[in-house]
């Protein structure tokens, strides 16, 4: 069977694919509130390039594949593409990580066409604090969203990045949320890629704080098992349907199991959210390249792959410090 592993013995076999930077909220912890430079049309991967190089890597043992963004639904003609996506040979799970503001007209479609894995971001369920954090007004959309999809037969995560004096007060009402309903909340450590290169040397909210604080309101917790390649420590409390996760996405502890790349809007692939990119496949296509020689610049990128986090992130050159926008990159 045709793999692609990287130096470390790693089978990558999931792909996530921001589809855009452009997002209608500005969460502050993710971008700037003004003064953004999106991307031009021409400059953005294609769809048939996106389809070109999922059917490549597909044909090398990828099966899963997250689209994000930026806002995913404010990409044109997105269910065009997802469509197409769902034709592609070996490629098992597509799952969607959104803000949720656009989502509700799509849900029927989505799950006619058998996309059923969401992941919600919702960093706080109060509306002033949303507001205060994302800097947008779509509260109440974004809750509806939620309920909606709670009613459904869906694979549901709401992911909420911790942050300091901002939402501390959520996480206790957020883990209460698993408990008539069958989903998990995830808590994301907060990391420095906000656009305005804002640095802090230690990360205060870590995720052994996040699980003391719930384990002193809730008690001792039960460890679920995680599975395979997990990014996040996954726990539920006793008798609650749904369960809740911490993702130390700035402590790196789940970097050994990675088994994943990325694809920027403008077809920068990255072997690591930390790295500055390997190179950048929207180039390589649109000078002509053949499928053969577009695998062994991506098995080339692969085998490069860092250890972790750390390692990528002490590689950077251009930019030494984290700085990007995550909607650059897709989380
Ligand atoms: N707009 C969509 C959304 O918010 O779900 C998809 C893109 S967003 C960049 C993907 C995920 O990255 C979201 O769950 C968001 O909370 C997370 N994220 C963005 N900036 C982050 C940061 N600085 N630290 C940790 N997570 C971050
Ligand atoms: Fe937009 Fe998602 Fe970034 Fe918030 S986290 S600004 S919703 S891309």
Same mark, same amino acid.
């Given at each position: 069977m045709n793999q692609l592993i990287d130096k470390h013995n790693r089978v990558i076999d999931y792909i996530r694919i921001a589809v855009t930077d452009k997002c209608n909220l500005r969460c502050f912890y993710c971008m700037p509130n003004e003064g953004i430079d999106f991307v031009k049309q021409n400059k953005l991967m294609s769809y048939e390039e996106l389809l070109r190089v999922v059917n490549i890597i597909c044909a090398q043992g990828v099966s899963k594949l997250r689209i994000t963004g930026g806002e995913p639904f404010l990409r044109k003609d997105l269910m065009y593409f997802l469509k197409k996506l769902k034709k592609i040979n070996g490629l098992n799970k597509i799952a969607i990580t959104t803000n949720g503001t656009q989502?509700? #007209? $799509?849900?029927?479609? &989505?799950?006619?066409?058998?996309?059923?894995?969401?992941? &919600?971001s919702i960093d706080s369920i109060d509306k002033q604090r949303f507001l205060k954090i994302t800097r947008r007004? $779509?509260?109440?959309?974004?809750?509806?969203?939620?309920? +909606?999809?709670?009613?459904r037969k869906v694979d549901l995560k709401l992911n909420a990045v911790v942050i300091k004096d901002q939402n501390i007060e959520?996480?206790? #009402? =957020?883990?209460?949320?698993?408990?008539e309903r069958k989903i998990a909340v995830r808590?994301?450590? +907060? =990391?420095?890629?906000?656009?305005?290169?804002?640095h802090y040397q230690k990360l205060e909210w870590n995720y052994k704080k996040i699980l003391q604080h719930l384990e002193n309101h809730y008690g001792k917790v039960e460890k679920l098992k995680d599975e395979k390649n997990s990014t996040s420590l996954n726990y539920k409390i006793p008798g609650h349907l749904g369960s809740f996760g911490i993702i130390p996405a700035y402590s790196r502890t789940f970097c050994g199991t990675c088994?994943?790349?990325?694809?920027? #809007?403008?077809? =920068?692939?990255?072997?690591? &959210? $930390?790295?500055e990119g390997i190179f950048n496949i929207r180039d390589l296509i649109r000078a002509g390249a053949t499928d053969s020689q577009i695998l062994e610049t991506i098995q080339s990128a692969i085998g490069q792959k860092y250890k972790d986090g750390f390692e990528a992130e002490?590689?950077?050159?251009?930019? #030494?410090?984290?700085?990007?926008? =995550?909607?650059?990159i897709g989380g």
């Open positions: 989502l509700l #007209p $799509y849900i029927d479609e &989505l799950l006619d066409l058998g996309i059923h894995k969401f992941n &919600l007004d $779509y509260f109440e959309k974004v809750w509806n969203c939620f309920e +909606e999809l709670s009613k959520d996480l206790v #009402p =957020m883990v209460a949320l698993t408990k808590f994301i450590e +907060e =990391m420095p890629f906000n656009g305005i290169g804002a088994n994943r790349i990325r694809l920027t #809007p403008i077809g =920068m692939i990255k072997s690591c &959210l $930390y790295d002490s590689k950077r050159i251009f930019s #030494p410090l984290v700085n990007e926008s =995550m909607t650059t």
